[in-house]
């Protein structure tokens, strides 16, 4: 179940507008001992995908119409909220990028309508504060998804 989860995630990545400078969260290969939250698994993935895809937006570059970047924050904190329920099967890395990821969505909160207006704004301070707090949460969040 987990391979086709990265398949399909993987498959939805490279379907998204194929601008190669674009960064991705990509799944760490599985380790032997296998993931310490296989059930949350599937959703880690596809949020990363979400973040992925919505990364697109921040760069002026078209997104599809029906996308759920509108929607990615709540749809971030849901699945930390999920993580941090089971966080004691974290190793200690993974609780840190965890406590580091809420930091994070705290940040961001203020940058939400920046982010649905595209990325920009009349106020350069704006932008390189919404920037260096979507870049964080971005990477953040792929802490946290290679080490659930």
Not at 21 to 37: E, N
Not at 84 to 109: C, D, N, W
Not at 110 to 127: I, K, M, N, R, Y
């Amino acid at each position: 179940m987990r391979h086709s989860a990265i398949a399909l995630a993987l498959l939805l990545a490279g379907c998204g507008t194929g601008t190669s400078s674009l960064p991705t969260i990509t799944p760490a290969p599985a380790s032997s001992a296998g993931s310490p939250l296989p059930d949350l698994q599937p959703r880690l993935d596809a949020i990363g995908v979400l973040l992925t895809d919505c990364a697109a937006r921040l760069r002026g570059e078209p997104v599809d119409p029906a996308d759920n970047c509108t929607h990615v924050m709540p749809d971030v904190t849901g699945v930390v909220a999920e993580v941090e329920k089971q966080s004691s099967k974290l190793p200690p890395a993974g609780q840190a990028a965890l406590a580091e990821v809420r930091t994070q969505l705290a940040a961001i909160a203020p940058c939400e309508p920046w982010f649905a207006a595209g990325g920009t704004s009349a106020d350069s301070q704006l932008d390189a504060r919404c920037k260096k707090a979507w870049d964080a949460l971005f990477r953040g969040y792929s802490a946290v998804r290679n080490t659930a």
